[in-house]
């Protein structure tokens, strides 16, 4: 951004004479409808399928049948 950019108002009134009251509602309505046009990208959700998470080994703890225990998978 140059210097002259920086130095420009965000809005301008062209016709008319509005007081604060009307300019805080116009500034209001634009910053909502701005906010709106750009969407929060949705995250991806992975099916239960494609989770790798299932292929790690989890530890086994010593105990009774736990010889056995390592042979399940839960």
Known sequence: MSAEEEKRPLL???????????????????????????????????????????LLRRPHHPGPGAWRASAHRF
């Open 12 to 54: 301008r009134v062209v016709r008319g004479e509005p007081d604060d009251v009307e300019l805080a509602a116009l500034t209001a309505v634009i910053t909502a409808l701005a906010s709106q046009q750009a969407p929060a990208p949705e995250r991806e959700t992975r099916s239960l399928w494609a989770d790798r998470a299932s």
